[in-house]
């Protein structure tokens, strides 16, 4: 290739990179008009509270109003979560599976198909058929398929392109005791991870931000759980609802020293094109029965469905807060 040519090329890939880049959206833009992305040095992923950060490509416009519960664990199971499930979409429910069966009348309550399971291929196989993926607490290497001999990770390959489309995450309480080892799914977490917890224990959560996940939610509400101490904390995210750690008691567990002064137990980002709201709440039974009179529970699961819809994009996803 002679100079003159070679200059050509680089100018013609120059651009292709610039246009790539605009709006972390791969879309169509004016390369003289570039913005540039809110990319993640460490995760290599557009993420934080910019839309820009959206791939806006329609591709769930005609997928239905639908969600999977993802439940599988590879580590210690919560007790809501009950007995495990058998393989496939839609096993039947076992008396005990408390989480999902609630999760399941949630979502159907608000208008919202719900699907489960806690079999790794129906993720790598069928993820794209749903708005937004809910992890219950899902834990450990839940993507991890040891019963095949090649494409172990397939589901954690289909979890990343999917929301590269545009899909949305949820995840509850021990979802983040999971893919400890995929730096990507920390970052999907909002750059968070579970280190430990004090005993099981009442606290009041208090909702910081004006959000669609957030609305008519009490502003103050008595609660009761495990509140998971973080390390990584959680950075470039919006939060959405601490507990006041005035009232607990203890404040933490050792060796963690806890986060005295700022404690988030909910927030919300863009993630490498898809949108992502999490929270580290969910411990406990009563927290996902219907009519439940434990501490807080219709609060929270009004605060669970209306962070489902905005996944979704049934409602503004994680707007600016006023």
Same mark, same amino acid.
């Given at each position: 290739m002679n +100079?003159s040519?070679? =200059?050509?090329?680089?100018?013609?890939?120059?651009?292709?990179?610039?246009?790539?880049l605009?709006?972390?959206?791969?879309?169509?833009?004016?390369?003289?008009?570039?913005?540039?992305?809110?990319?993640?040095p460490y995760?290599?992923? $557009?993420?934080?509270?910019?839309?820009?950060?959206y791939?806006?490509?329609?591709?769930?416009?005609?997928?239905?109003?639908?969600?999977?519960?993802?439940?599988?664990?590879?580590?210690?199971?919560?007790?809501?979560?009950? +007995?495990?499930?058998?393989?496939?979409l839609?096993?039947?429910?076992? =008396?005990d599976?408390?989480?999902q069966?609630?999760?399941?009348?949630?979502?159907?309550?608000?208008?919202?198909?719900?699907?489960?399971?806690?079999?790794?291929?129906?993720?790598?196989?069928?993820?794209n058929?749903?708005?937004?993926v809910?992890?219950? %607490?899902?834990?450990?290497?839940?993507?991890?398929n040891?019963?095949?001999?090649? %494409?172990?990770?397939?589901?954690?390959?289909?979890?990343?392109?999917?929301?590269?489309?545009?899909?949305?995450?949820?995840g509850?309480?021990?979802?983040?005791?999971?893919?400890?080892?995929?730096?990507y799914?920390?970052?999907?977490?909002?750059?968070?991870?579970?280190? &430990?917890?004090?005993?099981?224990?009442?606290?009041?959560?208090?909702i910081? =931000?004006?959000?669609?996940?957030?609305?008519?939610?009490?502003?103050? #509400?008595?609660?009761?759980d495990?509140?998971? &101490?973080? +390390?990584?904390?959680?950075?470039?995210?919006?939060?959405?609802?601490?507990?006041?750690? =005035?009232?607990?008691?203890?404040?933490?567990?050792?060796?963690?020293?806890?986060?005295?002064?700022?404690h988030?137990?909910?927030? $919300?980002?863009?993630?490498?094109?898809?949108?992502?709201?999490?929270?580290?709440?969910?411990?406990? +039974?009563?927290?996902f029965?219907?009519?439940?009179?434990?501490?807080?529970?219709?609060?929270?699961?009004?605060?669970?469905?209306?962070?489902?819809?905005?996944?979704?994009?049934?409602?503004? #996803? $994680?707007t600016?807060?006023?």
């Amino acid at each position: 290739m002679n +100079t003159s040519a070679r =200059a050509l090329h680089l100018a013609g890939m120059l651009s292709a990179i610039l246009m790539g880049l605009a709006g972390c959206g791969g879309g169509d833009s004016d390369p003289q008009t570039v913005v540039a992305p809110s990319i993640d040095p460490y995760y290599n992923v $557009c993420r934080g509270v910019d839309p820009a950060c959206y791939n806006d490509w329609g591709a769930f416009a005609n997928t239905p109003n639908r969600v999977l519960i993802y439940s599988r664990t590879a580590g210690p199971r919560h007790a809501n979560l009950g +007995t495990p499930m058998a393989a496939g979409l839609n096993p039947a429910m076992n =008396a005990d599976n408390v989480m999902q069966a609630g999760l399941k009348r949630m979502f159907e309550e608000a208008g919202i198909a719900a699907d489960w399971t806690e079999d790794v291929t129906v993720i790598a196989n069928r993820i794209n058929n749903y708005k937004a993926v809910v992890f219950a %607490s899902s834990n450990r290497d839940t993507l991890w398929n040891e019963a095949v001999t090649t %494409s172990n990770d397939a589901a954690r390959t289909a979890l990343r392109n999917y929301m590269r489309r545009g899909g949305g995450f949820v995840g509850l309480h021990n979802a983040f005791g999971a893919e400890y080892n995929w730096p990507y799914y920390e970052g999907l977490l909002g750059n968070a991870n579970f280190y &430990n917890h004090a005993p099981n224990r009442n606290g009041d959560v208090q909702i910081l =931000a004006d959000d669609p996940s957030t609305q008519g939610v009490p502003a103050r #509400f008595a609660f009761q759980d495990e509140w998971y &101490n973080l +390390t990584p904390f959680p950075t470039n995210v919006k939060f959405l609802a601490k507990v006041d750690t =005035a009232t607990l008691d203890p404040l933490t567990a050792s060796p963690h020293p806890g986060h005295k002064d700022f404690h988030p137990v909910a927030w $919300c980002q863009y993630y490498d094109g898809g949108r992502a709201w999490l929270t580290t709440l969910g411990h406990n +039974t009563h927290s996902f029965q219907a009519n439940s009179e434990g501490p807080g529970a219709q609060a929270f699961q009004k605060l669970v469905v209306q962070g489902v819809k905005s996944v979704m994009g049934l409602t503004p #996803f $994680c707007t600016a807060t006023k």
